[in-house]
């Protein structure tokens, strides 16, 4: 079973950056496709990107351009780089593997509120 810990979420201004921070353990991390998902208010989780163990990477369409995934191997790590930062960004944000189907255990998240 993999544990996960997100981190690095805040508040930021429209327009602001974050970066957030992904630490797996347990499994093999490498070989794991790896998601970040969100969940803003009153809505269900969605996929925001993913990356795979070939480090192939697609992103929902609101935030291509502005947000970026990497992983590094080495510390079993996944990241997400969030760039001209918009209020819908607000959500509580998951990372886990990808795709999700069939997932049932999920981290703490990180929170990310965008507002000026």
């Known amino acids: 079973q993999v544990q996960l810990v997100e981190s690095g979420g805040g508040l930021v201004q429209p327009g602001g950056s974050l970066r957030l921070s992904c630490v797996a353990s347990?499994?093999?991390?490498?070989?794991?496709?790896m998601g970040w998902y969100r969940q803003a208010p009153g809505k269900q989780r969605e996929l925001v990107a993913h990356?795979?163990?070939?480090?192939?990477?697609d992103y929902t369409d609101s935030v291509k351009g502005r947000f970026t995934i990497s992983r590094d191997n080495a510390k079993n790590a996944v990241y997400l780089q969030m760039n001209s930062l918009k209020p819908e960004n607000t959500a509580v944000y998951y990372c886990n593997k990808w795709p999700a189907a069939g997932i049932s255990q999920w981290g703490r998240g990180t929170q990310v509120t965008v507002s000026s």
């Open positions: 990356i795979t163990n070939i480090h192939t990477t």
């Open positions: 347990g499994g093999i991390f490498s070989i794991y496709h």
